[in-house]
């Protein structure tokens, strides 16, 4: 199982934020398997954004709930995040990752089994 991170690594202020998640080997509409958008900001802690899961139900975080929005196209195999009005704050390294726990919330990383690898964004004038 393959998750690859797409979208512009430069976003200006008060824009959104888009990015995508190709998945390869295994389908995003696969039971009990739930489809996060984490990020990590510079000399911080990973922040979990959200979950899509294999039915289509999504869950965000509270902080960050009335920017964000997930879509999914299960004919592409694709998960994407979008984030409205960004800040500089909301630079970060943005990951798509898959785990089988339900759990709302940032789980340890050994909860997920699969990780992107990764895709900088900058949120800067």
């Known amino acids: 199982v393959q998750l690859q991170e797409s979208g512009p690594g430069l976003v200006k202020p008060s824009q959104t934020l888009s990015l995508t998640c190709t998945v390869s080997g295994a389908s995003i509409t696969t039971n009990d398997y739930y489809w996060s958008w984490i990020r990590q900001a510079p000399g911080k802690d990973m922040e979990w954004i959200g979950y899509?899961?294999?039915?289509?139900?999504?869950y965000y975080s509270p902080s960050l709930k009335r920017r964000t929005s997930f879509r999914r196209d299960p004919s592409n195999n694709q998960f994407s995040l979008h984030l409205s009005s960004v800040t500089p704050e909301d630079t970060a390294v943005y990951y798509c990752?898959?785990?089988?726990?339900?759990?709302?919330?940032?789980?340890?990383?050994?909860?997920?089994?699969?990780w992107g690898q990764g895709i900088q964004v900058t949120v800067s004038s």
């Open positions: 899509i899961s294999y039915s289509g139900s999504i």
């Open positions: 990752a898959r785990s089988p726990d339900a759990a709302i919330g940032l789980l340890p990383r050994s909860g997920y089994d699969y």
